[in-house]
């Protein structure tokens, strides 16, 4: 009988969901930029065919096969591809912390090519890492990264920021040497809070959510002995500025 009951509701719930689905359009919001070049289904496609030509070096940081087959190494079959993760196993050729990316390999040639996907997430300290990618990237190299900006709480505890597409850009920012070429979002979500929430929140629906944040960018220069603590804001935010109080 609970078996029967579950599956009744289960059907009831996508019942609901399609219903409510009319919807969805209002749950966005229009100062969200949409990635097109590097969205969550296109950024790998992007990568194979600017990066698998002979002669380029890709490094890709969190390699490891997690949720499926990687299809980089076969991808990138002209280039030379070398896959980090922090853990040992299929795809992994150097294992280490990316807090330290660059120590792994010291005295090598650069990369023309590094990207990182579902990993930002997942690092203590991103703004180390983004300074580690710098250093070991070419100029006029592509570094990519996607990441999320609202998603389920995942690999615990070690799960430690959600980014927007301008957290990517201050961390990728001219004061590092780097030029956006595109950042943005994909797969938006619909969302409330639950009945479980505050009771002035309860059922509220939560607009602007959307799961990926890409930010692909080019090293336009080298910035040597880099320190957050001497950068300006506004060579981090560029022309942006927070939104002035309403009058």
């Known amino acids: 009988m609970n078996k029967i009951v579950k599956n009744i509701l289960k059907k009831s719930f996508s019942l609901l969901a399609l219903v409510e689905s009319v919807f ?8 969200v930029p949409m990635s097109t070049i590097v969205s969550h289904l296109k950024w790998e496609q992007y990568l194979y065919e600017i990066g698998n030509k002979p002669g380029l070096r890709i490094l890709e940081i969190g390699s490891r096969e997690v949720t499926g087959k990687s299809g980089a190494r076969k991808n990138f079959s002209n280039a030379s591809y070398i896959g980090f993760d922090l853990y040992p196993g299929n795809n992994v050729d150097v294992v280490g912390d990316a807090h330290k990316l660059s120590s792994y390999f010291a005295g090598e040639e650069k990369f023309d090519i590094i990207y990182s996907s579902s990993c930002f997430e997942h690092f203590a300290m991103p703004w180390v890492v983004a300074i580690e990618i710098s250093k070991l990237l070419k100029v006029g190299g592509i570094v990519f990264v996607e990441t999320h900006f609202s998603f ?11 980014f927007s597409d301008m957290a990517l850009r201050a961390l990728f920012s001219k004061a590092l040497g780097f030029e956006c070429i ?8 619909v969302g409330r ?6 009771k002035y929140l309860k059922n509220r629906p939560v607009v602007g959510l959307y799961c990926h944040t890409e930010y692909l960018g080019k090293k336009i220069r080298d910035v040597d002995d880099f320190d957050w603590k001497t950068v300006d804001l506004f060579d981090i935010v560029g022309e942006t500025k927070y939104p002035e109080p309403l009058k």
């Open 182 to 189: 595109e950042a943005g979002m994909s797969n938006p979500l």
């Open 152 to 162: 389920a709480s995942h690999e615990r505890p070690w799960h430690f920021f959600q």
């Open 24 to 31: 969805d359009k209002q749950f966005l919001v229009t100062d």
């Open 193 to 198: 809070f639950s009945s479980l929430a505050d």
